[in-house]
């Protein structure tokens, strides 16, 4: 029998600073030197440690990996989605990790129907005839510990394909072409590229985005096809270091646009294909605190710009403007602000216009009709309609200037993920395909709610949360996984997952707290959970947390928080101020020593992030703010519920020293139970390990702790021993 190892426990090797007249001690600070062999060793015995912890459960996580793969067709294809004279579509296969993207050519120009491929189609054959290979991921990811596709794109005629890999982990992605008639690849080969290439009109020049030392997008560069990358146009460099960049085509291919934006500021460059002479010319100057997106669309017979600003209220107005230099003064409205819908995006076409907006927590779609006179510029204007109590719609890919139907996605807690084409001229909604759940799955089976918590301040804060209907049939509260984000006006809205059935079969409920700094009821919700209203988001997690223990719902005992990335800041914080409110914690690539990050302008994205967070190197009032909240820094000795975290060694944007740091930290200073653990991927980044399988193992793995916390592991066995960890020397 294997002995049981000590829980690792870092020296402490104090390094003081001082801000703003408080001196500040970090006793783990030497876990940041990655390439320290002493470091990479500490990682590793975190990660034996971890899997010797959790060895008695590796039977149930084997089991719900084969829940998740029994549930999934494994062998599938995507809706094809037209653009220009083809259909492209993904394609996967039952063993392997990646899949492929395939074409076939459209039937003809009124062609709007997706084909639908044989129903018993080989892997080996072709799914529908004419097919054309593009691009074989497993392929291009053989030999590689990680792989991720960054974006794909096709030449507007059709010939050739820019796409970008990643086989590191640390979002840096190389840009290759390929000729698809030969299927041969060019000599070009772009490296340091963040996401993809975008094509201009004629098909000759390829534009992409690069990063700083400090991974902040700031330079847009302009690569000649066939020719090499040192040869390459810088096009733009952002100089302002709270900006970053990014490039586009217009859906109607007229124009090429240029945006830097900060948390707080937009402005866009533009290029007029019809008039490339002109060059890249400034649509709007930046004007601190005024956002603004750019789109060009067809009214009333005239070019027009479309506008989403909020310079007239947060949660922002459509408007018109001419294709030309302008100022705000000059935007015209056509959607006016209304202070109870935030619009969040429009896509225009030849003739309608699709607005995104949400109101009173949920998800909207909006169409206007286009009119061709100047005094009938939208003829008609109505919202595509579904009945179920929450649910999330959003457009799916729609490249075609001029298709009359727009390809969209729905889902809910219970509804897998849906496709439609809704026909624009006839309002009819078409279901083209909801993804398979194999092995009987039905949604009747499933009940699916919208709960309201009260929040320390009186706000009323969302719950979405989903159970089997049976679940609660003896009236007994239930587990809970209560999962939350709450940063970037960034939505966590509703949505389906076959590996979270595993958790829902086996009796438990799980539920999203809408927390603010979202962006789920709009602009002022994310503005009351960021920079000095922080405070909120965590509050308001501990109020939904409360909310579903006061309502039976769920017990202390039975309920888990979880949450990754920023999220993860807000676990760490919860865990701080209301450690008793939870049965365990899962904190995935956490933001935890958010203070010490901010504190450094020469990390990734710390200046870019500083309206998010605050600057507290130079602000004393930022500081005590960050200070009150931040994980890392408000560890005291009191009862933690366990805790696992997740990381990733060559993640970019939350660094692997801070969980590090974080989980060192608790078990230097906690008391009670003391059950921390730490895993760290070697080979991933941010979005943690790539390939499907090894994705499904990984949630398995976590969905295995969660359940035992809950009481659920029934069968699991019994935790490995641990033993009193003893300092290691300095």
């Not at 060793?41 to 440690?49: Q, R």
């Not at 459209?106 to 062609?111: A, K, M, W």
């Not at 190389?174 to 993809?196: P, Q, W």
């Not at 000095?532 to 309920?559: M, Y």
Request: charged residues 25%; proline residues 6%; negative net charge.
């Amino acid at each position: 029998m294997e002995s049981p190892l000590a829980a690792p426990v870092a020296a402490r090797r104090p390094v003081t600073t001082a801000f703003h007249g408080e001196q500040r001690v970090d006793d783990y600070d030497w876990l940041r030197a990655k390439d320290d062999p002493e470091v990479v060793a500490y990682v590793e015995a975190e990660n034996a440690f971890t899997e010797q912890r959790t060895a008695h459960l590796s039977e149930l996580r084997q089991q719900i990996f084969d829940e998740i793969r029994a549930r999934t067709q494994e062998t599938d294809l995507s809706v094809p989605t037209r653009n220009r004279g083809h259909w492209y579509y993904a394609r996967s296969f039952e063993g392997r990790e990646y899949g492929a993207s395939c074409r076939v050519p459209i039937r003809g120009e009124d062609d709007w129907t997706p084909p639908q491929p044989a129903e018993d189609c080989s892997p080996d054959e072709p799914a529908l005839p004419g097919e054309e290979l593009l691009l074989d991921l497993n392929a291009l990811a053989e030999g590689h510990e990680f792989f991720s596709l960054g974006g794909s794109s096709v030449s507007p005629d059709g010939a050739l394909l820019a796409y970008s890999t990643d086989v590191v982990g640390d979002e840096r992605y190389t840009v290759r072409i390929k000729d698809l008639a030969s299927g041969d690849l060019l000599s070009d080969e772009i490296v340091g590229v963040i996401g993809g290439a975008t094509w201009d009109r004629a098909g000759e020049y390829v534009y992409y985005t690069t990063i700083d030392e400090s991974w902040r997008a700031d330079k847009i560069w302009r690569h000649r096809i066939g020719t090499e990358q040192g040869e390459d146009e810088l096009v733009h460099h952002e100089l302002d270091a709270r900006f970053w960049v990014g490039v586009g085509r217009s859906r109607s291919d007229r124009f090429l646009m240029i945006a830097s934006g900060s948390k707080t500021t937009s402005e866009y460059r533009y290029l007029d294909a019809d008039e490339p002479e002109a060059g890249f010319r400034v649509f709007a100057p930046r004007v601190e605190g005024l956002e603004y997106s750019l789109d060009h669309a067809v009214l009333g017979g005239e070019d027009r710009f479309l506008v989403l600003h909020n310079h007239t209220g947060p949660d922002f107005e459509l408007a018109l403007a001419p294709v030309s230099p302008t100022t705000h003064e000059a935007w015209q409205p056509l959607i006016a602000h209304d202070p109870e819908v935030r619009i969040e995006d429009v896509d225009a076409f030849a003739g309608h216009l699709v607005v995104h907006q949400r109101s009173k927590g949920l998800t909207q779609l909006r169409v206007l009709h286009l009119g061709s006179t100047p005094d009938e510029l939208v003829t008609d204007d109505h919202f595509v309609e579904f009945d179920e109590e929450i649910y999330t719609v959003g457009s799916g890919s729609n490249p075609g200037f001029h298709q009359p139907v727009i390809r969209l996605g729905y889902t809910s807690m219970a509804v897998p993920s849906s496709v439609y084409d809704y026909d624009v001229r006839s309002r009819q909604l078409t279901l083209l395909r909801r993804t398979p759940v194999l092995g009987g799955y039905d949604p009747a089976d499933y009940e699916e709610h919208r709960l309201w918590a009260t929040a320390a301040d009186g706000r009323q804060v969302p719950i979405s949360i989903v159970a089997r209907r049976d679940a609660r049939a003896a009236g007994e509260p239930i587990p809970v996984l209560l999962y939350g984000y709450g940063a970037y006006e960034a939505s966590m809205d509703p949505y389906f997952s076959i590996p979270r059935l595993s958790l829902l079969d086996r009796g438990a409920a799980f539920a999203i707290a809408h927390v603010r700094g979202g962006g789920e009821m709009g602009r002022r919700w994310y503005d009351e959970g960021k920079l000095a209203h922080k405070q909120n988001t965590f509050s308001d997690f501990i109020a939904c947390a409360r909310h579903l223990v006061d309502t039976g719902w769920t017990t202390p005992e039975r309920l888990v928080a979880e949450g990754a990335s920023a999220g993860g800041l807000l676990i760490g914080a919860v865990v701080n101020q209301a450690p008793e409110l939870f049965a365990g914690a899962v904190a995935g690539v956490p933001f935890v020593d958010a203070l010490t990050s901010m504190l450094d302008s020469t990390l990734p994205l710390t200046v870019t992030e500083y309206d998010e967070w605050g600057n507290p190197e130079a602000d004393p009032e930022v500081y005590a703010c960050l200070r009150a909240y931040a994980p890392y820094d408000n560890v005291t000795a009191q009862d933690y519920p366990p805790i696992l975290a997740e990381t990733s060694l060559n993640d970019t944007r939350v660094l692997y020293v801070e969980p590090a740091k974080w989980v060192a930290k608790l078990r230097a200073t906690a008391t009670g139970r003391r059950d921390f653990l730490l895993r760290t991927e070697m080979s991933a980044g941010h979005g943690g390990v790539s390939g499907r399988y090894k994705s499904w193992h990984d949630r398995a793995f976590t969905l295995a702790w969660i359940l035992e916390r809950m009481g659920l592991a029934d069968g699991a066995g019994t935790p490995g021993a641990q033993t009193e960890p003893e300092l290691r020397t300095p």
